[in-house]
């Protein structure tokens, strides 16, 4: 897992993904209707995927980080919990 510490770093390197993670399209759904939708929305990144690490967020004491997949536009949030990286490309 990634500590607050690490996101200094994290911010100026892209990373490649270790192994298969959710993206989450919003940080916090709004509401049953909102929480529903972002579910339905949610993608899954396959291991080898290069991230750019853009925000960071705390989150019931897990730190949660806005991505963008390199080469897209697709961004959303993963949970600290779930990320490995390693490889960073500069």
């Given at each position: 897992?990634?500590?607050?510490?690490?996101?200094?770093?994290?911010?100026?390197?892209?990373?490649?993904?270790c192994?298969?993670?959710?993206?989450?399209?919003?940080f916090?759904?709004?509401?049953?209707?909102?929480?529903?939708?972002a579910?339905?929305?949610?993608?899954?990144i396959?291991?080898?995927?290069?991230?750019?690490?853009?925000e960071?967020r705390?989150?019931?004491?897990?730190?949660?980080?806005?991505?963008?997949?390199?080469?897209t536009?697709?961004?959303?949030?993963?949970?600290g919990?779930?990320?490995?990286?390693?490889?960073a490309?500069?």
């Amino acid at each position: 897992m990634l500590n607050s510490e690490k996101f200094n770093m994290l911010k100026k390197s892209k990373y490649v993904l270790c192994k298969k993670i959710p993206l989450m399209p919003v940080f916090e759904p709004r509401g049953f209707w909102g929480t529903i939708k972002a579910l339905k929305k949610i993608k899954t990144i396959n291991a080898g995927v290069v991230l750019e690490f853009l925000e960071e967020r705390k989150k019931q004491n897990h730190m949660w980080y806005k991505v963008r997949i390199q080469g897209t536009v697709i961004t959303g949030w993963i949970n600290g919990i779930n990320l490995e990286v390693n490889n960073a490309i500069n």
